[in-house]
């Protein structure tokens, strides 16, 4: 029993030691591949044992100790005596070397691990918008123009901030700092689209090349896209156009710019008047939570997010390329009776200053109609149509305004009829008839009134065409103008186009007074003219030395070079609508930056046949005004150009449009006579539509006609 006893002491002592040997003390648990190896010592031992024997021997030993697993190395030496006459030692060394390398969290770790997770998501709530009623209505504004520096305005500001309480959809109870979460919350913006009773509205615009671009209200893409086009998305968020909060920040502040160029994608878009709903809501959101720990099965938990309702607002785009004022409509409104009758073409010649504009119809009855409208409080109105007074198969041609004086010329035809010119005093009152009537001092054959202007001095500068062609001024003398005394009143100065140059023809075919000097136009009359401008300091009332500018390389014969003039006191346009060299009837304008300057102009071609490029020319502010009348069924349109950029020879920015035709109708002459309305506070353009088609209902009047007013942005 004793020896059984030893013997089994003797087995556990081993057991013990093999134990001991497999145990990962640093870590404080078994590698899954020793405990297996134990086992099986265990089991072989076992096995031995139920055969009279309970050992392990040293192969058994070394086997379960030699794992890859366990980094272990020891000595161990054994001693002992036996019963008998000999003497047993027994030595014996091992070692066991491999990588402690622990293999996973414990389930513990784990639950904990689900557990913050499951707190962060708990976090997220509905975000609070705590000024929702700001958003009853409202409203972006934006101003589309032609360009960088030319009209676009955006608010220096941020006109909508979009404001949290301070949660910013979390609730904070629900989680601790050391957990770990984190959590976006953002606006997500986007553009409105199918909603009844908020539909983006396109109501006019033009395209980077000029053209008008279809007009409409309806929801269809079309108008979305012009106004998506034309604004962009501006913020406080990531890189000004990110809509996350920051952390600790309650306020997204929001705003809408026009859209620029860039290499990636020309804007089209240009002068645009229009609106665009969006709207928005506040989401908050946990982030990380959707992907899994490494050695953490169960932490992906997924992402929760929560959201505000909607909210809305609008982007309203305002065209600051011009503010329109179609003075045929204000007739219509209040004064039916007075709309031009078919073929009047209301618009033949149109002038204005400060709070007055007139027009003047030429193939209206016998005579032809002067057309007067007055600004009154900020808006124009119609003043008084007055007829023709000569009664003889003449018309009006000519028309011209300056303070409280009106001229209206009728033209001689160079055939019989010499032309006069009528004076009429804007008081305010109505008017009753011409208080002065200013007869050709040549008679019968001239062409007196092709061309009428005021000088600063209310001096009357009238021209006359006829042959080498003459220019007169008519000072005022005991309120009447000229020179003498009664009603026969003779010019204070004249001048004849021959004495300037032999070559000259048709001087005084167009005279206006701008930018404090008389510029007589001379181009009619021979075939191989093309064409001259002479400018005087005439405020005086006489003539003087002129500079003159002579038809320059580029412009062909018969040109009609000096045909239309614009003049701010240092810059000069001239128009040769007739112009050949890139088709018949092409046109052509020259640009002198500095009209005193020996420099040759900058020439700019008309671009097909037809077009009549420089029919009509202006400059007010800091740009170049160009018309295009076209030919038979075109539409018309009025050029673009800044000052800057004609000056030298760079590029320009070729063919910017301030409008293209008027209401989509074609054959309407837009751009047939143009001239700046002086004394404006804004700068203003007065621009007809000669043929342009009255239409309202059932009646329509062709070739009536049409005069607006621009202020120009």
């Known amino acids: 029993m004793g020896f059984l006893w030893g013997g089994t002491l003797k087995t556990i002592n081993r057991i013990i030691d093999v134990l001991e040997r497999l145990m ?85 770790e784990i639950n904990a691990e689900i557990a913050k997770r499951l707190r962060c998501k708990s976090a997220i709530k509905v975000p609070v918008v705590t000024n929702a009623t700001d958003f009853v209505s409202k409203t972006i504004n934006v101003k589309s123009g032609l360009g960088a520096g030319s009209g676009d305005v955006n608010p220096a500001n941020y006109p909508m901030a979009i404001t949290l309480d301070s949660s910013q959809g979390v609730d904070a109870s629900k989680y601790t700092v050391a957990d ?19 539909d983006a509205v396109f109501n006019s615009g033009i395209d980077k090349n000029g053209q008008q671009m279809v007009v409409g209200t309806a929801t269809g893409s079309r108008a979305i896209d012009y106004m998506d086009n034309t604004i962009m998305l501006r913020t406080t968020g990531n890189n000004q156009t990110g ?30 008047d ?67 009758a078919a073929n009047s073409l209301f618009g033949t010649s149109v002038a204005g200053d400060g709070e007055w504009v007139a027009s003047v119809s030429n193939g209206e009855g016998n005579t032809g109609y002067i057309y007067i409208f007055r600004k009154v409080s900020g808006n124009w109105t119609f003043f008084q149509k007055i007829k023709g007074s000569n009664g003889n198969g003449t018309v009006l041609t000519g028309v011209a305004v300056r303070g409280s004086l009106l001229a209206v010329a009728s033209s001689g035809d160079g055939l019989g009829y010499p032309g006069r010119v009528y004076l009429y005093n804007l008081d305010g009152n109505v008017i009753s008839g011409a208080f002065q009537v200013i007869d050709s001092p040549v008679s019968p054959i001239a062409q007196f009134g092709s061309g009428v202007a005021i000088t600063s001095a209310n001096g009357v500068a009238i021209g006359d065409a006829h042959g080498s062609g003459r220019a ?17 009143r003779t010019p204070s100065a004249s001048q004849e186009g021959s004495a ?21 136009g001379a181009y009619k009359g021979n075939e191989n003219y093309a064409g001259s401008v002479h400018i005087y300091d005439a405020g005086g009332g006489s003539f003087g030395s002129p500079v003159n500018k002579y038809a320059p390389s580029g412009i062909t014969s018969q040109a009609n070079f000096g045909q ?67 030919g038979t069924g075109s539409s018309g349109t009025v050029s673009r150009y800044l000052k800057t950029e004609l000056a030298g020879t760079g590029n320009y920015n070729s063919r910017i449009f301030l409008q293209r035709s008027h209401d989509g109708v074609n054959g309407e002459g837009f751009s047939y006579s ?30 009536a006609g049409a005069v607006y007013v621009y202020e120009v942005k």
Do not use: H
């Open 500 to 520: 300037i140059a032999a070559s000259v023809m048709g001087f005084g075919a167009n005279v206006t007074f701008q930018g404090g000097r008389l510029l007589v």
């Open 274 to 340: 229009g609106s665009i709903y969006y709207k928005f809501r506040v989401t908050a959101a946990t982030t990380g939570l959707n992907q899994e720990r490494t050695n953490y099965p169960g932490s992906n938990v997924g992402n929760t997010t929560m959201s505000s309702g909607y909210y809305y607002f609008r982007v309203v785009s305002e065209n600051n390329c011009w503010k329109e004022n179609n003075l045929t409509k204000i007739m219509a409104a209040a004064s039916p009776g007075s709309i031009p």
């Open 24 to 108: 990962l003390k640093r870590n404080n648990y078994f590698r899954r591949a020793s405990f297996v190896a134990a086992l099986s010592v265990l089991l072989i031992s076992f096995q031995n044992c139920s055969q009279g024997k309970f050992e392990i021997d040293e192969a058994q030993l070394s086997s379960a100790s030699n794992d890859t697993g366990v980094k272990d190395s020891g000595t161990g030496t054994d001693a002992g005596a036996g019963t008998g006459t000999g003497t047993g030692t027994g030595t014996g060394t091992g070692t066991g070397g491999g990588t402690n390398t622990p293999i996973g969290p414990t389930q513990t």
């Open 180 to 198: 770990g979460c984190t959590f976006q919350t953002q606006a997500e913006i986007t553009m409105v689209t199918g909603e009844s009773g908020k």
């Open 674 to 703: 143009m001239n700046v309305l002086g004394g404006a506070a804004t700068p203003t353009l007065v621009i007809s539509s000669q043929t342009k088609t009255y239409s309202n209902g059932a009646d329509i009047r062709s070739k």
């Open 564 to 630: 239309a003039i614009g003049f701010d006191g240092s810059s000069l346009v001239v128009g040769a609508y007739e112009n050949a060299t890139t088709g018949n009837v092409a046109g052509a304008i020259a640009y002198y930056n500095d009209y005193s300057a020996a420099t040759a102009p900058r020439v700019i071609q008309g671009s097909a046949a037809e077009e009549r490029y420089g029919v009509s020319v202006a400059i007010v502010g800091d740009s170049v005004y160009v018309g295009s009348r076209g």
């Open 472 to 488: 007169y001024i008519y000072s005022l003398n005991s309120g009447l103008y000229g020179a003498g005394s009664g009603s026969a």
């Open 243 to 272: 809509t996350q909060f920051a952390m600790g920040t309650d306020t997204l502040s929001v705003n809408y710019n026009i859209r620029v160029d860039n290499n990636n994608a020309a804007r089209i878009t240009r002068c645009v």
